[in-house]
């Protein structure tokens, strides 16, 4: 079992997440995705538990407001926590409301306002508990030390109804396991999909185009970032493909594309002239010995040999096309005020 817990000021944004589906799939995409993992996307959630509120989101959300202005100090009055338990493991849902029962016991929301909520659309049952940090009383919970408190919780219950060991968050680790590289799935899925757009992109308004359509949401500015379906944030740099790299990759396929079709131009039309001369028949074989192999095989692998090159997120190219940069020179290069 591993846990999540999170802060924040919006009972609007956490309740309507826990309550509805999501957002960015179509009734047809819900459909599919269900005939596709046997799962429920559509009508994903199921609430286990309403503790001293009731209503849709939109009542649940104003009972918590009245609460939250009994402490008029308080920034962040959202407490959003999340259980999920490992592949293979199950438990019934009256096992899963005790487990939210003991999870917000842990954390001192016992007797505040909270729901807890089962999703269904995932392999691994998980649930979701949005709560109220301000109690009747005015008091606000303790929100200190809450990832070892999450990881101190998970380990009791697995325990105590017989789940799957997981390791503490990492954190946690002594500092030896600490210094293994940690393997997560979703930035290999990220890394590898990103490969997969620049080797079919042209631009960089393609290469958006078509991660939006593979689910990213891409937020470009000095750097750039993608977030996933499950509203995580990665930077590209995190996983080897900043912003710089990747425009550099699109630069570099478009350039050798378009010098190589101008020098085949340029080739096909001296063999053309030469063919109609009289006297160079050992001349204008080699020439046309050369544009066919040119305009052949050996461009094609010149080109696909270097951009798989720049494909590798650990590769950075030692040459730099001299044209490119007098262009980025002149680019830096103020302009001169005039008197």
Known sequence: ???????????????????????????????????QDHLQHKERAEVLEYNKCFGNKYELTGQFNDVRKLSRRIEKPVLHLTLRLAPEDTLTKEQLREVGRECAKEFGIADNQYICVLHK??????????ANRVGFDGKVANDSNNYKR?????????????????????????TKDRLLPRHDIRKEKLKADIQQTLKSA??????????RDLGYKVLKGRGI?????????????????????????????????????????????????????????????????YNSGRTGEEVVKEILGFTGQLMNSEYEPDYIDPELMRRLQKKKKRPSLRR
């Open 121 to 130: 659309d995932t392999k691994e049952q998980h649930i979701h508990i949005a």
């Open 1 to 35: 079992m591993i846990g999540h817990v999170s802060i924040g000021s919006s009972f609007y944004h956490c309740i309507s997440y826990c309550l509805e589906d999501k957002r960015e799939l179509s009734e047809s995409k819900k459909h599919a995705l269900a005939m």
């Open 150 to 174: 999450m990881a101190e919780l998970c380990r009791r219950l697995e325990k105590k109804y017989g789940l799957q060991e997981v390791l503490s968050p990492r954190a946690f680790l002594s």
């Open 202 to 211: 042209s631009s960089y308004l393609s290469f958006e185009r078509h991660m």
């Open 225 to 289: 970032s993608f977030i996933d379906d499950k509203k995580v944030k990665i930077k590209g740099s995190e996983i080897g493909f900043s912003l710089l790299k990747i425009e550099k990759i699109l630069r570099q396929k478009q350039q050798p594309v378009m010098r190589n079709t101008d020098e085949v131009k340029n080739c096909n039309k001296d063999s053309q002239s030469i063919s109609n001369s009289f006297n160079t028949g050992k001349q204008n074989e080699e020439k046309q010995s």
